[in-house]
């Protein structure tokens, strides 16, 4: 058996949260579930850290054994992702006249719409939705009439085969996104698992 050395890169660690683990590689939930953790529903400690999350239903042996397991698939997932990621969702018109607008409105020009996935909400992931004029080197960025659209590589994982959008309606306007991934949506439509 190999033992791991403190050279070599672990990719999930004591201190990652559930929500980033949960982003990065949502394939994982069922190993952590099957050692008796939360993992569906508003029970997931999405903002807790591992270690401190599994504390409650395991001891420090099945957590480090857990801990192998979690880092030998995530390696697994890693060397299987193509290295280059195309840009795998769309954007509406509707999305791109409002980004336009907001940005007459503010003054400003030159700005992109980022879109990113973040742990929390109730279903487990919310989108949060900002004004950006940089372009990250890992960021995937798709371009509509003259705008970009970017987001970070972990949130281009999580919208995969998505549609953002935006819509107006008498009880609620603003930014949406049909994601083909999300398995539950709050009842609020704010967040996704």
């Known amino acids: 058996m190999k033992m791991e050395t403190p050279t070599e890169k672990q990719l999930i660690r004591n201190e990652t949260t559930i929500g980033e683990i949960m982003l990065k590689y949502p394939q994982l939930a069922d190993t952590m579930a099957m050692r008796g953790m939360a993992m569906s529903g508003c029970g997931t400690p999405y903002q807790e850290q591992l270690k401190a999350a599994a504390a409650s239903v395991m001891n420090d042996g099945d957590f480090n054994t857990m801990l192998n397991e979690l880092n030998a698939a995530a390696a697994k997932i890693e060397s299987e992702r193509p290295k280059e990621r195309p840009a795998t969702f769309e954007v509406t018109e509707a999305a ?11 003054g400003v020009s030159g700005f992109n719409l980022r879109v990113e996935v973040k742990p929390g909400g109730c279903a487990g992931y919310s989108y949060e939705f900002s004004l950006d004029d940089e372009v990250k080197t890992d960021d995937i960025a798709v371009e509509k009439n003259g705008m970009k659209v970017v987001v970070n590589a972990a949130s281009a994982e999580a919208l995969k085969g998505s549609v953002i959008d935006y819509v107006e309606s008498l009880n609620k306007s603003g930014f949406k996104v049909d994601n083909p991934n999300a398995h539950a949506v709050c009842s609020c439509g704010s967040s996704f698992g």
């Open 96 to 106: 791109v006249e409002k980004v336009k607008e907001l940005m007459k409105k503010q």
